[in-house]
């Protein structure tokens, strides 16, 4: 059962958790973002010169590398990056045996729906159902 104090909103300057997170304590994001961005200088693993290279540059050069050598997942990643991920494109076929309460169409096969979609819409039965 719920305590019916912490249930209130608290008061101005009221503390909840007087030994929670202190005051200056990085969060995991801000560690990763710092150690990221530092530099070294190394050797360039595409051109093989030494370079000054951030980490996340390394990481990147790697992800290259590892492209270049046919890793599938790798290229994909540096693709996605670089110009943006591809819309996932899906295709809909519609299934002319499905049962329905509309009278007129009940029971029908799929020629007879196609001979009247055309008659009563207008419709080109040929671009609505999939062959």
Known sequence: MANNKNLRPAKNGEVRNPK???KGILNAATIARRWAETDQTTKNPLTGQDERLTQA???????????????????????????????????????????TEDNDIKGMTRAELRVYAKKKYG?????????
């Open 20 to 22: 929670g997170k202190p």
């Open 57 to 99: 540059d390394l990481m990147t050069l790697a992800q290259i590398k590892n492209a270049k050598a046919g890793a599938l997942s790798a290229y994909r990643e540096i693709m996605d990056r670089a110009y943006g991920k591809v819309a996932d494109i899906s295709q809909v076929s519609i299934d002319a045996n499905v049962q």
């Open 123 to 131: 419709l080109d039965p040929d671009t609505l159902f999939a062959k």
